[in-house]
């Protein structure tokens, strides 16, 4: 009996997952965590051989198997289109209320050395303190967006860049989080869109409003090619992000095969409590995706994001 339970269970969860329906924010958060809900559909298989139970095990079966089509594509990796241009790493930190410690930022900069860095919850005593340390040296420029706590963000970059002209009308709500977008030009002249994402969260009160209106307020991917990288809030198991990489991107650690690469929570987390993929690299699709990894970083929630694009 519990076995049936289980698999019923189960079986409502992934066809709502297949079905992309988000009924309550509740279910927003849980289907975060589609991933674990696919090792658990795997328990009643062998319950089922053992006690012989025929319709048991047909109906275990195909509850795994959705949940394997919507879950392993992720932890195989894609081919990239020809690319042959300029070769940009990538790291996005969301630094919780710019709580890491901006000596343990720096030693990351220069171990990993990005040419482009997005930070997230960005406030200006942090700016204060990194520049002192010498981030203004290893990337000298910048687009800043000033505020406090979780509102600030920053696009640090190699190479030459300017506030992009691109519109994201996200919803503002008092102490929201918001989008930044910036415009580098890349060696050979080329240009491209970078957008240091941070999204509501699919959590209680306003946010509730603005989770799902944030991610939407994000531009779909455009002539001139573009970068989303950040604390999205969201997981590949969310049907919003999934309409926004179908306007042309593709995530970096799916391509990559590290689609499974949890990335919150971690800071004073009991190490077995369940993880979620909700910091994203989107790319254009004319972008090919060399590598992608995550990094840890004290006193921080996330884990960043290391990827490395070929542009064509």
């Not at 200006?124 to 981030?135: I, K, S, T």
């Not at 910036?182 to 509501?200: D, Q, S």
Request: proline fraction near 10%; include cysteine; glycine fraction near 6%.
């Amino acid at each position: 009996m519990m076995s049936w339970l289980a698999v019923v269970a189960l079986a409502g969860w992934v066809g709502l997952r297949l079905l992309g329906w988000e009924p309550a924010f509740l279910w927003s958060q849980l289907v975060s965590f589609t991933p674990y809900a696919a090792v658990l559909s795997l328990v009643p298989l062998p319950v089922a051989v053992l006690t012989r139970d025929r319709p048991l095990q047909v109906a275990a079966l195909v509850v795994a198997g959705a949940f394997a089509t919507v879950v392993l594509p992720r932890a195989l990796p894609e081919r990239n289109p020809p690319a042959a241009g300029p070769v940009v790493r990538v790291l996005a930190v969301n630094l919780l209320h710019s709580s890491v410690p901006p000596s343990a930022l720096m030693a990351v900069v220069e171990r990993v050395r990005p040419d482009v860095l997005h930070l997230l919850e960005f406030t200006d005593r942090m700016r204060e303190r990194v520049e002192g340390l010498g981030l203004g040296r290893l990337l000298p420029y910048e687009v800043v967006l000033p505020g406090k706590n979780s509102e600030g963000a920053a696009i640090y970059s190699r190479y030459p860049l300017r506030p992009s002209e691109t519109p994201i009308e996200a919803p503002v709500f008092k102490g929201s989080p918001r989008h930044l977008p910036a415009v580098i030009t890349l060696p050979g002249g080329r240009e491209a869109e970078f957008v240091a994402v941070h999204a509501c969260a699919p959590s209680e009160g306003w946010r509730t409003a603005c989770w799902a209106s944030s991610i939407r307020a994000l531009p779909p991917a455009a002539e001139r090619p573009r970068v989303l990288a950040g604390d999205f809030n969201s997981t590949l198991d969310h049907v919003v992000l999934r309409e926004l990489i179908a306007t042309g991107y593709r995530d970096a650690a799916d391509v990559t095969g590290k689609g499974l690469s949890m990335t919150w929570p971690y800071y004073e987390q009991p190490r077995l409590f369940p993880k979620a993929a909700i910091d994203h690299v989107l790319a254009d699709r004319r972008i090919a995706i060399r590598g992608f990894e995550t990094v840890p970083l004290p006193r921080t929630d996330h884990r960043a994001t290391l990827t490395e694009l070929v542009f064509p």
